[in-house]
Nanobody
């Protein structure tokens, strides 16, 4: 599975962005897909996850502001980010796990995209 994340950019605090994660090489409709992020000088952290049936999970820091969704016909998963804060600034990665469930740990994900930069200015 090859993943490409895009949609990042520079936005003011309070603004919105929608990230996309497009998969190729194999349909991932039966797989769990997650978003992670890594801020400068920090470890990569879990952001959101969606399983094959549409069940979702979120980190507490983004709950109520971010929404993960998927369009299996397009082999694409989205991360709608609203009410962005400067602390959301990071490189965002999408990843696929072949294990079912609402997974939140990096080690459970075997395919990773290249990342897309999100910068939120204050």
């Amino acid at each position: 599975v090859q993943l490409q994340a895009f949609g990042g950019g520079l936005v003011q605090a309070g603004g919105s962005l929608r990230l996309s994660c497009a998969a190729s090489g194999r349909t991932f409709s039966r797989y769990t897909v997650g978003w992670f992020r890594q801020a400068p000088g920090k470890e990569r952290e879990f952001v959101a996850v969606i399983n094959w049936s549409g069940g979702t999970g979120y980190a507490d820091s983004v709950k109520g502001r971010f929404t993960i969704s998927r369009d299996n016909a397009k082999n694409t998963v989205y991360l709608q980010m609203n009410s962005l804060k400067p602390e959301d600034t990071a490189v965002y990665y999408c990843a696929v796990s072949v294990v079912s469930g609402l997974l939140t740990t990096e080690s459970a994900f075997v395919y990773w995209g290249q990342g897309t930069q999100v910068t939120v200015s204050s």
